[in-house]
Every structure is written in C-alpha cells, then in structure tokens.
C-alpha cells in the first residue's frame, strides 16, 4: 500500500508548478485525475511529440502528447471537461464531493469567475484540502499581479544573488520558480491531510511563488551583508572561506569545498607545498587572503586532469566534484545504478521513447514510486465519470451533448 493510496486528486493545472506538484503525489500513490479544458494546455503540444508510433516533430495529433505532458502527466488519469459550460462545471463539482485534495494554478481572480473558488468548493465538501500556486498569494498588495518564473527569481532576491560581483544579476537555471512552490504545495497538502486525519476538516493550502523563492534566501545573513558591504553576487566562491569554489583543469573544471583545518592540511601534502602551512596557519588566515590562496590552488589544479584529479582529492577526503554538464545524467553511473532516470512512454507503444525524466527523489523502503505513461489528452474523461460517479453511457451522451467535453 503506497503512502497517498485512496487519496483522489483533482489536478486542475497548467504549465509547470501545478502540474508538478500533482506529479508528486501521484509519485506517493494519489488517484490524479488531471482535468483539461478542450483541447489542452500548450504542454500538450510542445514538441517533441510522442505518439503511439514514436517520437515526432510533425503537426499535433489527438494520440500524441507533448514532452512536457508526457513527463509531467505520468500516473495521472486524463479527463476534458469544459468548465466554462454550465454542464462541465456541474460534472466538476460532483467530481469536488468525491475528492479529497484539489490543486489549482490559475492566475488571480480566475477560479471565482469559472465559479470553483476555496469557498464555493468547501461548501459543497468540507473535508476538500484546496491547494492553490500563484506567483503571491492570496493576500497583499501583489496578489493579483501576473508573474512568471523569471518576475519572481528577480524580485525574490535570489537572481541578485546570482552571478559574480562584477557582471549582472543572473537567473538560476533551473525554472526554481516554478519548482520549488510545487514542493512546498505537495508538502502543505500532506500537512493538511494529516490534519485532517484528526479533525475531519480540510483547508485552503495557500503558496506564493515570491515566498517560496524568499524562503531559500533567508539562511544568509543578509542584513548582515549589507552593513559589512559584501557583495550579493559572489559567483563559485564563498567569502568565508578558502580554497571553495569552481577551479580549472587541464581539461575541464573541478568544483571544491574546504570544510576543515585536516583537510586543508591534506592538500597542502598532494600538492607538496609544506610551505602553506605556515604561510596559512589556520582558517581565518585563508580566509583573509581567500583570492590568493584560491590562485593557488587554481594555479595548481590547471596542471590536472579532471578525472584524476578529483580521484587524488577524494582519496584524501576533501568534498569535491568535475562540473558536468546538464545532460552527463544521462551516462552518470551511480545515477543509473539508483534509477534517477527512466525513459517516457506512450501508454500506446511497445517500446520506450528515447526521452528521460526523472523519477520521484524521495526512496521510500517499502514502496514502489515508478509511475504509469502519461494518457493521452482526454483518454480517461468517460472512465473517470463512469467509475467516480456511476455516469451510464445515456448521461454520458446528455453531458456531450450539452458540451460538458467541449464543442459537439
């Protein structure tokens, strides 16, 4: 029995954060009834294409899922229902009574015009966990601001951070914006739920792109970097320590962390310079005069070859690592001896795709993550009515008729 077994999501997301938060807990063992408005989100049709007869480039056919659905819709079960009709709205709200978490990342406003605000929602289900993502909340003076992934990185703070101090503020590359409010979404859900185990209520899980992304700032001293006038951006280093930071090779790039006096001595020996430790007694020594002993070890380190070199260093237990680019997971050895990675399905092909994804980052010892191939758009909207709500085929062809799926 898998952690979240018996507990029905409705997904009602789009793009990333939504979507992603959703994955999570389908990853944990969630029934995901990911809903769709007719003809889908732009995921669904961002190339590369996979369809039952491969992967494609070619014009979108309704078999084919995009990448970013195919990796994102895995053990989810697609329905269509147009929520902007009187009957898909009806069907929705039936699907709101028989459902224990709902997830919506619409923008402002949105989810009270379509008529499934918390409110409306917790009336008609008391027991609904209701998990919203949007860029700040549902309170403030920004609350009904638009806001993307790049908005919020750079007001957060974090993308001020980002960089080395003499060029300009830089974006991490990963879309951190969008992610890590998915994290904090599953996570207040599982939260809200295991309240819920001891009150019978649910309630409104309300996260901010802003504040999630202001969250990993405030580890740091910040007011104190600003009164002692240390730069925001510091690049691959570290003002309060040495030797840290990213150091060229021979023939490529080494990424070290010097965390205690031993080691350091240890370095000292495999570059056979005894002469350092007395030049560099101790860790505020280094520290005072980082960038010259940072020269020194990079002065050093050119002479290497990466592989070796981080070999030589990890024997003698210093933390260190070759930069690798964003696809060498791809071929990463203990990556693919832990299962980091698998290869997207179409749930119609004999074969895998050529594609990889991640899997679940969280090891759980008595249960299984691995999920099923994402449907197509719209494959599971009759299955999900028939077993969810004892819909017979003659509703089912009523609610067609009165556009609950779409357009006739």
């Not at 409306?120 to 992934?149: E, F």
Request: overall charge negative.
């Amino acid at each position: 029995m898998k952690p979240l077994e018996g507990i029905r999501v409705l997904d009602v997301t789009r793009i990333v954060s939504g979507p992603v938060c959703c994955w999570l807990l389908a990853s944990l063992g969630a029934e995901v009834i990911r809903i769709d408005a007719p003809g889908g989100d732009p995921t669904w049709r961002t190339q590369p294409l996979v369809g039952p007869q491969g992967a494609h480039r070619g014009d979108w056919g309704p078999q084919d899922i995009g990448i970013s659905a195919l990796r994102r819709g895995r053990g989810k079960r697609s329905t269509v229902l147009d929520l902007k009709s009187e009957a898909g709205l009806g069907i929705f709200r039936e699907l709101v009574v028989e459902s224990d978490v709902l997830v919506e990342n619409f923008v402002p406003g949105a989810t009270h015009k379509l008529g499934i605000d918390y409110e409306r929602m917790q009336a008609l289900n008391p027991k609904l966990v209701y998990c919203s993502i949007t860029g700040y909340g549902d309170a403030g003076p920004y609350r009904d601001r638009p806001s993307m992934d790049l908005v919020v990185q750079a007001m957060s703070g974090l993308m001020a951070k980002t960089g080395f101090p003499d060029g300009p503020p830089t974006k991490v590359g990963a879309t951190v914006g969008d992610q890590v409010p998915a994290l904090f979404g599953a996570l207040g859900v599982l939260a809200a739920l295991q309240q819920r185990e001891r009150d019978g209520l649910g309630q409104h899980v309300d996260i901010a792109m802003l504040d999630s992304l202001v969250a990993l700032l405030w580890d740091e001293p910040l007011d104190d970097y600003e009164e002692r006038g240390i730069p925001e951006r510091i690049g691959n280093g570290d003002p309060r320590g040495a030797p840290l930071g990213v150091f060229e090779t021979r023939d490529g790039q080494m990424a070290m962390v010097m965390t205690s006096e031993a080691q350091w001595q240890a370095l000292v020996g495999l570059m056979e310079r005894p002469e350092l430790l007395a030049r560099y007694p101790d860790g505020r020594s280094r520290f005072e005069d980082r960038d010259a002993v940072n020269e020194i070890v990079e002065a050093w380190c050119a002479q290497q070859g990466t592989d070796e070199l981080v070999e030589r260093c990890l024997a003698i237990g210093i933390p260190v690592g070759p930069v690798q680019s964003a696809w060498s997971a791809r071929t990463d050895p203990h990556l693919e001896q832990r299962g980091t990675l698998e290869r997207l399905r179409h749930r119609d092909a004999d074969a895998a795709s050529a594609y990889l994804a991640p899997v679940l980052p969280v090891r759980l010892s008595r249960n299984e993550t691995r999920l099923s191939p994402a449907e197509p758009l719209g494959s599971s909207t009759e299955a999900v009515l028939r077993e969810v709500l004892g819909c017979d085929d003659a509703r089912i062809e009523a609610l067609r008729e009165r556009g609950a799926f779409g357009e006739v």
